[in-house]
């Protein structure tokens, strides 16, 4: 009985005790680890494109056009910037006709759903007109000389004269806006939700 015992606990303290590791990881240019998460292994996707900062926890440039994803995340940067400007000023300016709201969540209601679905159907139109009727993922890319964001909208010429260099920061600046602007667009909605 004091055997069992003995060896139980032999057992149970064989557990604790450290063990040493005889395999070495050989690191490969393969496994290379990610710049913004170190325990996640660096996409490949997203190598080349301005503002990569090896962040693809999920793997959606496995599975998604990288151009595509570019494409939505512009867009969508683009649309919270005007969100995050509109829901802050209309505290401060009312437009003629229209009800003054002291909560932004409720400007919506105030113009009512004509107003709202003519913005949807005007965005609906721009894209398509922008897309060249292209708007599906496997569509919208066909043009191999398409660049995502890239509308040949410059009314101000910000970006004649530019080396690749200053457009590259330019556009970078532009993707770091527009990520904190969707951050900032969630948070001012739900800070007054």
Same mark, same amino acid.
């Given at each position: 009985?004091?055997?069992?015992?003995?060896?139980?606990?032999?057992?149970?303290?064989?557990?604790?005790?450290?063990?040493? +590791?005889?395999?070495?990881?050989?690191?490969?240019?393969?496994?290379?680890?990610?710049?913004?998460?170190? *325990?996640?292994?660096?996409?490949?996707?997203?190598?080349?494109?301005?503002?990569?900062?090896? *962040?693809?926890?999920?793997?959606?440039?496995?599975? *998604?056009?990288?151009?595509?994803?570019?494409?939505?995340?512009?867009?969508?940067? =683009?649309?919270?910037?005007?969100?995050?400007?509109? *829901?802050?000023?209309?505290?401060?300016?009312?437009?003629?006709?229209?009800?003054?709201?002291?909560?932004?969540?409720?400007?919506? @209601?105030?113009?009512?759903?004509?107003?709202?679905?003519?913005?949807?159907?005007?965005?609906?139109?721009?894209?398509?007109?922008?897309?060249?009727?292209?708007?599906?993922?496997?569509?919208?890319?066909?043009?191999?000389?398409?660049?995502?964001?890239?509308?040949?909208?410059?009314?101000?010429? +910000?970006?004649?004269?530019? @080396?690749?260099?200053?457009?590259? =920061?330019?556009?970078? =600046?532009?993707?770091?806006?527009? =990520?904190?602007?969707?951050?900032?667009?969630?948070?001012?909605?739900?800070?007054?939700?």
């Amino acid at each position: 009985m004091k055997g069992i015992i003995f060896a139980s606990l032999l057992s149970i303290a064989s557990a604790f005790a450290p063990t040493l +590791l005889t395999q070495t990881r050989v690191g490969s240019s393969l496994d290379a680890m990610s710049q913004s998460v170190p *325990f996640l292994t660096a996409p490949k996707g997203t190598k080349g494109w301005v503002g990569d900062v090896e *962040f693809d926890p999920i793997g959606f440039t496995e599975w *998604f056009d990288m151009k595509w994803l570019r494409e939505a995340e512009i867009k969508h940067g =683009r649309v919270s910037m005007l969100a995050a400007l509109g *829901f802050w000023q209309q505290q401060y300016v009312t437009l003629p006709g229209m009800t003054p709201v002291a909560d932004s969540n409720l400007a919506p @209601s105030v113009v009512g759903a004509s107003a709202m679905l003519q913005i949807i159907v005007w965005m609906g139109v721009l894209e398509f007109w922008t897309n060249k009727g292209n708007v599906t993922m496997e569509t919208m890319f066909k043009d191999p000389k398409r660049i995502p964001g890239d509308l040949g909208f410059d009314p101000l010429g +910000l970006a004649s004269g530019k @080396s690749k260099e200053e457009m590259e =920061r330019m556009q970078l =600046r532009e993707l770091k806006n527009g =990520r904190l602007a969707m951050l900032a667009i969630g948070g001012m909605i739900h800070h007054n939700w």
